[in-house]
């Protein structure tokens, strides 16, 4: 990579978000980048109180607002603390990266979302499950979920690691010929993997699948029946082109194809296999343009039980 990636890592102080950071090592993130290491204590934090503005008339401050100021300000030290240990983890792990932190009374989902809006990181890490500063909120449902949905950039929510130290990195790249599904298959060649690290192009079909008869053209969709398995190795060649995209990126890459629904196909086959990430597109072949995340890779992301990886 000649351009420093960005990457954008949420951090909340749980369990899943150190394995998130664990993650990191298995995600092919080059030896340089630049961090941003963000942390949220989900609180309002009201102006300080100034008791010396009018010594005449001093001004008098209730308890309990006194109380909501210390408390506040409080679960901002914590979460700056909190910050603070994760971008040295992440430095340790990273010596090169240019790493920072910041911590911030704001709710952290949208947080996360307007930092990626103006950022314009190359990657938002967050971890499957977690809870606010303020605690008891799980993630995925809430914060991760939003991020999910509303960020504007690729998304990773980051399991921690299932292989055994020495065996190689499993990587499923759920395919359909979309435009997304490709930028899933460009992701996984532009990062820095380990030798021997294998890739499976997951295709699940019903009935039909569409195909773009022209690369010039990939606006026009033809649309063939695969529903009887004689007709697989054509859909084996339509995703060939994607597979030695990946072994010239010094991948081990091969093509699967699975009859089922996507949804619970590539959740089972990344347990089947040990995958440990899944990588799919924002939306499908089948999506809506006006929704932000398909079907499939909100279940994905949500069912899966090792990282994936949602490719805008």
Same mark, same amino acid.
């Given at each position: 990579?000649?351009?420093?990636?960005?990457?954008?890592?949420?951090?909340?102080?749980?369990?899943?978000?150190?394995?998130?950071?664990?993650?990191?090592?298995?995600?092919?993130?080059?030896?340089? *980048?630049?961090?941003?290491?963000?942390?949220?204590?989900?609180?309002?934090?009201?102006?300080?109180?100034?008791?010396?503005?009018?010594?005449?008339?001093?001004?008098?401050?209730?308890?309990?607002?006194?109380?909501?100021?210390?408390?506040?300000?409080? +679960?901002?030290?914590?979460?700056?603390?909190?910050? +603070?240990?994760?971008?040295?983890?992440? +430095?340790?792990?990273?010596?090169?990266?240019?790493?920072?932190?910041?911590?911030?009374?704001?709710?952290?989902?949208?947080?996360?979302?307007?930092?990626?809006?103006?950022?314009?990181?190359?990657?938002?890490?967050?971890?499957?499950?977690?809870?606010?500063?303020?605690?008891?909120?799980?993630?995925?449902?809430?914060?991760?979920?939003?991020?999910?949905?509303?960020?504007?950039?690729?998304?990773?929510?980051?399991?921690?690691?299932?292989?055994?130290?020495?065996?190689?990195?499993?990587?499923?790249?759920?395919?359909?010929?979309?435009?997304?599904?490709?930028?899933?298959?460009?992701?996984?060649? +532009?990062?820095?993997?380990?030798?021997?690290?294998?890739?499976?192009?997951?295709?699940?079909?019903?009935?039909?699948?569409?195909?773009?008869?022209?690369?010039?053209?990939?606006?026009?969709?033809?649309?063939?029946?695969?529903?009887?398995?004689?007709?697989?190795?054509?859909?084996?060649?339509?995703?060939?082109?994607?597979?030695?995209?990946?072994?010239? *990126?010094?991948?081990?890459?091969?093509?699967?194809?699975?009859?089922?629904?996507?949804?619970?196909? /590539?959740?089972?086959?990344?347990?089947?296999?040990?995958?440990?990430? /899944?990588?799919?597109?924002?939306?499908?072949?089948?999506?809506?343009?006006?929704?932000?995340?398909?079907?499939?890779?909100?279940?994905?992301?949500?069912?899966?039980?090792?990282?994936?990886?949602?490719?805008?």
């Amino acid at each position: 990579m000649n351009e420093r990636l960005k990457i954008l890592i949420a951090y909340d102080g749980s369990e899943c978000a150190d394995a998130a950071l664990e993650d990191l090592k298995n995600a092919g993130l080059p030896k340089t *980048a630049e961090a941003l290491v963000m942390t949220m204590a989900d609180v309002f934090l009201p102006p300080p109180i100034n008791e010396e503005v009018d010594t005449t008339f001093p001004m008098t401050v209730p308890a309990g607002v006194r109380r909501a100021h210390e408390r506040a300000e409080r +679960k901002l030290e914590e979460a700056g603390l909190m910050a +603070k240990r994760a971008s040295e983890q992440v +430095k340790k792990s990273f010596p090169e990266w240019q790493v920072r932190r910041e911590a911030l009374a704001d709710s952290p989902a949208w947080a996360l979302i307007r930092t990626a809006d103006e950022w314009k990181p190359d990657l938002l890490v967050v971890g499957a499950h977690g809870h606010s500063v303020l605690g008891g909120r799980l993630i995925l449902g809430s914060v991760s979920q939003r991020v999910l949905y509303e960020a504007s950039c690729p998304v990773r929510v980051a399991r921690g690691p299932r292989r055994n130290a020495g065996s190689p990195l499993r990587l499923i790249i759920g395919v359909d010929n979309s435009e997304y599904s490709k930028a899933a298959v460009d992701a996984v060649c +532009k990062r820095n993997w380990p030798t021997g690290t294998e890739v499976r192009l997951l295709a699940v079909v019903d009935t039909v699948m569409a195909i773009t008869p022209d690369s010039s053209q990939p606006e026009v969709i033809n649309w063939i029946e695969v529903g009887d398995e004689d007709n697989w190795e054509q859909v084996r060649q339509i995703f060939e082109p994607s597979a030695a995209k990946l072994r010239s *990126a010094g991948l081990d890459a091969a093509v699967m194809i699975r009859r089922g629904n996507p949804k619970d196909e /590539i959740v089972a086959e990344a347990d089947g296999w040990g995958a440990d990430c /899944i990588f799919v597109g924002a939306k499908g072949m089948r999506g809506v343009d006006r929704l932000l995340l398909g079907s499939v890779s909100a279940a994905v992301s949500a069912r899966a039980n090792c990282s994936v990886e949602i490719v805008r």
